[in-house]
DNA sequence: AGTATAATCTGACGTCATGTCAGAAAAAGA
DNA sequence: TCTTTTTCTGACATGACGTCAGATTATACT
């Protein structure tokens, strides 16, 4: 998300009635801006870099100041959601202690982010295999998942909580399904209700890495619904 | 592949020289397997109508006679799949009787489709989100697949084999990891093995919908190689 | 503030793939 | 061989892209 500090700030007389930025950061700030308020409504496709501009208020060549070309610009948009995303996701791949709840956990914060960040997430997927570089940054996010995954699966598999059996297979399943299954509840509006998704995702998860452990004090798993998960604002 | 005959020999008494088919269909078949045959070995983002046309052997624009564009053409391609795959899938969703063995005979069955047309599947993936109406048919396929799991689960339920749980959304899950993972490993060469891929999936299928049968039987579910799986082709 | 300089913007241009159409060429039928 | 129908083709118009030189505006310094 954070690009370079304002730097020098040698405003002599007051920058501030055009805020601290940079006249140049502004205008890729408006940019983004733009896209994701255009991306939240709109498919990729019909994404043009004169509609973007437009709506960004400045001319359409001005973009190519800013990013190479659309394909690039999806990719800044993913890298932003990428940090989000590992952190969100952290619990399960770091905690330690009964492994179902920090799933639950990390599982409910990747589901809140996916929510208000689908749009997002649905035009990277759908632009990707239209540019090689940005397919190849996508395949690469999701490869760091498929690691992260397969590590942790066996590090608890040598712990003894999950039997062993090729993790690297499983981990790709489990992420490519959370990945089509985020981007198709939460990618469009009108968007699904959070809990069901989080809901099958958990099950799916707890199933196939958990199995002894899930079988017990879940009834159909419905009534797990746990804080009241604040908000989030 | 084929050019076009010596031809100039215009005889219209056994025009199963020609083949007993229409110019117009010869065309059209031509234009298919070029795609096809492109396709195998290029992402869909490097067709281009007039590439397409040249491996044809005839004219840009008579293109346009046979498909309105390229998208439309990638349809035609889907439809073509759908069928084996309905067809193929059959097993699990029909057949009555353990559904274990039935499940691996499906998936068996899905894997060897999907490892020889899986190009066409992703060239289908990665074209639809670019157009309105492919997109539509694409997700259409997909959720006639979703109806049909759901249905399955929903009789399994019924008939006490799986455990009550809100069955579509669990169907949806099963199905986008299917797709993705089906894409991910057989949607461009070089392909990965079909075994450990069958394997990922039935493993995730079994524990998530018949997690009591599935626990026994089955050590770490490697050994369950027991026939030689005669080497596909 | 006033000005020099650097940063940013803009319109115009060339490119490429698309989809259409009228006329040419070839096939089908007799 | 001739006629009719089918199929093909080149040329055109369109729309989005990416670039560039010159204009415009912001910024820094006195």
């Not at 090689?132 to 066996?154: G, Y």
Request: charged fraction near 30%; charge should be negative; proline fraction near 6%.
């Amino acid at each position: 998300m954070s690009e370079k500090e304002p730097s020098r700030v040698r405003r002599r007389n007051d920058p501030l009635d055009h805020s601290v930025l940079r006249k140049s950061e502004r205008t890729r700030l408006a940019i983004i801006n733009a896209a994701l308020e255009f991306l939240s409504t709109h498919p990729f496709r019909d994404l043009t870099v004169a509609q973007l501009m437009s709506l960004a208020g400045t001319s359409r060549s001005a973009f190519y100041q800013y990013f190479e070309d659309l394909h690039d610009l999806m990719e800044k948009l993913l890298r932003g959601l990428e940090e989000d995303i590992f952190q969100v996701a952290a619990p399960w791949f770091q905690g330690d202690g009964d492994p179902i709840p920090m799933l639950e956990e990390t599982m409910a914060g990747l589901v809140q982010l996916c929510y208000r960040q689908g749009s997002i997430l649905r035009a990277v997927a759908d632009a990707a295999p239209q540019d090689e570089r940005l397919e190849h940054v996508w395949l690469e996010f999701l490869n760091d998942f498929d690691d992260a995954v397969t590590d942790r699966i066996e590090q608890h598999q040598a712990s003894g909580l999950i039997e062993p059996f090729d993790a690297r297979p499983v981990a790709i399943a489990l992420n490519r399904m959370d990945a089509s299954l985020l981007i198709h509840h939460f990618g469009r509006r009108p968007r699904s209700q959070q809990q069901p998704v989080r809901e099958v995702i958990v099950r799916i998860w707890t199933s196939t890495l958990y199995p002894e452990l899930s079988r017990e004090g879940s009834v159909p798993a419905q009534s797990r619904s746990r804080r009241k998960a604040k908000p989030g604002k």
